[in-house]
């Protein structure tokens, strides 16, 4: 399985709804990331998990709330959200945080939309 | 700091056409070099990579080999097909380091 799932595939929120979006990996990696993807520009980090513990949390707003439940679970939390989070939101994972030989695996992402 | 650059999109091809994306890059010590392609609608996939100077990596009729002498990692495609239109990212990390460094994308259209 060298899969990496996101769900839902698609949400739409208003500003003052609390959601949460789930990624998995069954590949026994120990890193798991976070990144926000606007139309046609690269994707952005914003949050690394290294073995279950954040390791890296690029100055993002408070309203975005990171979980690592176990190895194979990563959720973003959703609160209070403006129109412009609206974006694709990608979850990846790879061996190790600091391997930088080994490729990250995306999902297929979550398409946000905050009305 | 770290930085990859590509070049400008998009790029518009006939199908059979020869295929180069430039890729250059800024980076301290011996990073590894990726190319991954993003479909409409879905995240990104790898499609190649090499992890030291010299390398060539290989994948569904792509190339790209690692030229530390010129910082550079040209993708390349003998002869592109419809389905090879895609958003490619060339992106970069370093050995032990966690992020990946990212260019803008280059967006290919293959035309029949």
């Known amino acids: 399985d060298t899969e990496v799932t996101q769900t839902p595939k698609h949400l739409v929120m208003g500003m003052t709804n609390k959601k949460s979006l789930k990624c998995e990996q069954h590949?026994?990696?120990?890193?798991m990331y976070w990144y926000k993807q606007k139309a046609k520009k690269p994707p952005e980090l914003m949050f690394v998990?290294?073995?279950?513990?954040?390791?890296i949390n690029e100055s993002v707003p408070s309203r975005f709330s990171p979980e690592c439940p176990n190895s194979s679970l990563l959720n973003l939390h959703l609160h209070a959200l403006q129109p412009e989070d609206s974006a694709l939101y990608l979850c990846a994972s790879s061996q190790e945080e600091l391997a930088g030989v080994n490729e990250q695996f995306f999902g297929p992402g979550t398409r946000l939309t905050v009305l | 700091g770290n930085s990859v650059t590509q070049m400008e999109g998009p790029v518009t091809l006939s199908e059979e056409a020869f295929l180069t994306i430039n890729c250059t890059y800024t980076a301290t010590g011996y990073p590894s070099l990726f190319w991954y392609v993003q479909y409409p609608g879905e995240g990104l996939q790898l499609l190649l990579k090499a992890t030291k100077a010299d390398d060539k990596g290989s994948n569904k009729g792509f190339e790209a080999t690692y030229r530390k002498e010129t910082t550079s990692f040209h993708l390349e495609k003998g002869s592109v097909q419809v389905s090879d239109s895609a958003v490619y990212f060339c992106a970069l990390r370093r050995t032990n380091a966690g992020k990946s460094t990212f260019g803008d994308g280059t967006t290919l259209t293959v035309k029949p």
């Open positions: 998990y290294s073995y279950e513990k954040l390791s």
């Open positions: 590949m026994g990696h120990r890193a």
